[in-house]
């Protein structure tokens, strides 16, 4: 019975990638192969010197991945918040400024793979703290924090359950 409610699990969230314009979705990878260090991603993901600048800074950037994994504040607690939400708002704010990730979905997609199904409940904070810093255009800023349901931002609780699909590249599909 478990194989099946996992199985149900990763169709809805191949389901759900599926749902994201092909710059998440390849963001998303490259993501995730620079912060789960599955791969080379200048091999992968640099398609010109431009890309190849902008996964040097995302390597830099996510050096701090495994400290905020770490870092999570157990049972919400206050003394915590402070340096954990600092380094995630830093981080969110670096890949919101990538104009890949156009919502919130999209977002938490990507962190909760990132940091583990622990830091779910943090999410909308680091999100809406991000989107709405001045590094972020007005008229992206307005899009990303309308992409934020009511229901998202006021969650009364959130899943532990470990996400279980981690999308990867694919070469035909990436080639066309």
């Given at each position: 019975?478990?194989?099946?409610?996992?199985?149900?699990?990763?169709?809805?969230?191949?389901?759900?990638?599926?749902?994201?314009?092909?710059?998440?979705?390849?963001?998303?990878?490259?993501?995730?192969?620079?912060?789960?260090?599955?791969?080379?991603?200048?091999?992968?993901?640099?398609?010109d010197e431009e890309e190849n600048a902008a996964i040097r800074r995302q390597y830099v950037t996510y050096q701090d991945l495994k400290t905020l994994r770490d870092m999570i504040p157990a049972d919400h607690a206050m003394?915590?918040?402070?340096?954990?939400?600092?380094?995630?708002?830093?981080?969110?704010?670096?890949?919101?400024?990538?104009?890949?990730?156009?919502?919130?979905?999209?977002?938490?997609?990507?962190?909760?793979?990132?940091?583990?199904?622990?830091?779910?409940?943090?999410?909308?904070?680091?999100?809406?703290?991000?989107?709405?810093?001045?590094?972020?255009?007005?008229?992206?800023?307005?899009?990303?924090?309308?992409?934020?349901?009511?229901?998202?931002?006021?969650?009364?609780?959130?899943?532990?359950?470990?996400?279980?699909?981690?999308?990867?590249?694919?070469?035909?599909?990436?080639?066309?």
């Open positions: 019975m478990a194989t099946i409610g996992t199985a149900s699990m990763a169709i809805g969230e191949m389901r759900e990638f599926a749902g994201f314009s092909a710059a998440e979705q390849r963001y998303i990878k490259r993501s995730l192969d620079i912060g789960l260090g599955r791969s080379d991603a200048f091999k992968l993901w640099a398609r003394a915590d918040t402070e340096a954990f939400i600092g380094k995630l708002v830093r981080m969110a704010a670096f890949d919101l400024r990538q104009d890949r990730i156009a919502s919130f979905s999209a977002f938490r997609f990507l962190y909760e793979r990132l940091l583990g199904a622990e830091a779910r409940p943090w999410l909308p904070a680091a999100f809406c703290a991000a989107a709405a810093l001045p590094q972020i255009r007005p008229d992206r800023r307005k899009v990303l924090l309308q992409s934020l349901s009511e229901s998202a931002a006021t969650a009364p609780g959130w899943s532990d359950k470990r996400p279980s699909f981690y999308p990867e590249f694919v070469e035909e599909a990436e080639a066309a």
